[in-house]
């Protein structure tokens, strides 16, 4: 069955609500269950996965039926909206399966593992049916502030940037999932997994990056896993610097750490906090707290306004943030960095061809 999309009118919440099904019912999937149960405006009429007593037991916490497979759920359902939260090698199939009936689509991270998929993901935009990816650390309170002041000019050109991810994943968090640890269907390690948000914040702040070089190791699963668990890599935004470590080898899930040195002082970011080091003046810290957090801490509290802004968007008929074309830069050097990394050497990214 083929629609076309037609944008909602912007008080559509009040007559006729959008039927959101999700395909995938792992953790992660219950992020986006809590979500849409707390969204006006939007009905759960579905809930999909190989293993249906997963499916069950999301469909009797947040309504809607039951499905074993994607097919048989767009079929029965005929959604408006689909939430991808499969393996990360599942994302650019099944969102093409749901463009083409006119069902837009909303998925985690990352929304492709290779070059070949970013292409085909990318041209689904064309279509004109809404496509939107879960990069929800953009909506955490902490970054906009930051955004917002290095808005205003006031503390300069940026001068560098450092970076750091230290979590901890063990052999179960991949061994009981299936798929996780597996390049195949996972696509990468820590850099496409767990730091791909912070890739995407550094970018926020600087750009397009001109050149990238990064390595990956395996330190502490490697009879486990066939991906990374570190990474390091060096970024370069047309002369500024940017060092980026990541892994998933360390004790615990410590706060994400992005530090901006610009002409005028030094703007530091842990998670909730944010400390101002003006080159002239007092330190100064600032919190801004998580509101609810749905999933773990660490993500931040991002899903549910990323969610809503994604039904926003729906609503008044305008491109969405997170957008195929603006999570671009940050697919495009996910990808140039694993190039850098697994064939050797430089990778240089430029506006006609990414790499």
Known sequence: MSREWVPQEKEWGKEKPLRAAVVGCGSIARVHGESLKRLSGVTPVGFADIRPERAQELAMLYGGR?????EEMLD?????????????????PMARQAVEQGIAVFTEKPPVISREQWEAFSALEETGVPIGVCFQNRYNPSVEYIRQLLETKKWGKILGCRAFVTWRRDSAYYTESGWRGQLETEGGGVLINQSIHTLDLILQFLGRPSWVEASLSNHHLKQVIQVEDTMEAYLDFQGVPACFYATTSFCTDS??????????????????????????????????????????????????????????????GRKFRNAPCK??????????????????????????KAL
Not at 66 to 70: E, G, K, P, T, W
């Open 255 to 316: 706060p994400v750490w992005l530090e901006l040195v610009c002409q005028k002082g030094t703007l530091r970011m842990e998670e909730t906090r944010v400390t101002l080091l003006p080159a002239e003046g007092e330190r100064q810290e600032l919190e801004f707290p998580h509101k609810a957090v749905l999933g773990k801490p660490y993500w931040g509290s991002g899903h549910e306004l990323c969610i809503a802004d994604f039904y926003a968007s729906l609503r008044e």
């Open 66 to 70: 039951a499905y074993s497979s994607l």
């Open 327 to 352: 999570v671009k830069d940050t697919v495009e050097t996910m990808l140039a960095l694993y190039a850098s990394a697994r064939e050797g050497g430089v990778r240089r990214l430029n506006e006609e």
């Open 76 to 92: 029965g359902e005929q959604p408006d909206v689909l939430h991808i939260c499969t393996p990360h090698v599942l994302h650019t």
